[in-house]
């Protein structure tokens, strides 16, 4: 019985102990009206291929945010847009005007299975002024 459960043990940690790197920070930033700005650094990035983002508004039902980032270096920044939407015509529209976003980082590991890079998620107040989008929507009419 002990054997197994030390082969258990084993075998949970080797895909830990072959991972080289540790996350030292990640930070998201409102850039305007659209745009999130994540950035994330580790102190290597010895046995990763890749990073994913996740995206959640409560922070239970998380989606991936664009493509993975190739892992390559220890400074990474990933752009996410969540407040637009694709409307009919190709044409982007914003869909939320004040809205909390929480985003978790996964490491990507070249067998393509996935670690959390953290317990914690990252939490983002998007809210922009109205005023800027009311103006736009009337500019736009006149086209």
Known sequence: MARIISLLIALILTPLLALGASL????GE????????????V?????????EVERSTDNEHFQVVGDRVTAGGVDYVLLDRPGISSAPG????LTDMEQVYYYRLFYVLPSGGRLPASSESV?????FSTVSVTWGSIKAMFR
């Open 90 to 93: 190709g044409r982007e529209r």
């Open 24 to 27: 030292i920070s990640f930070t």
């Open 30 to 41: 409102v850039l305007d009206e659209q745009t999130v700005e994540l950035r994330w650094r």
């Open 123 to 127: 939490r983002v107040n998007f809210q």
């Open 43 to 51: 102190d290597t990035p010895q046995g990763l291929a890749s990073f």
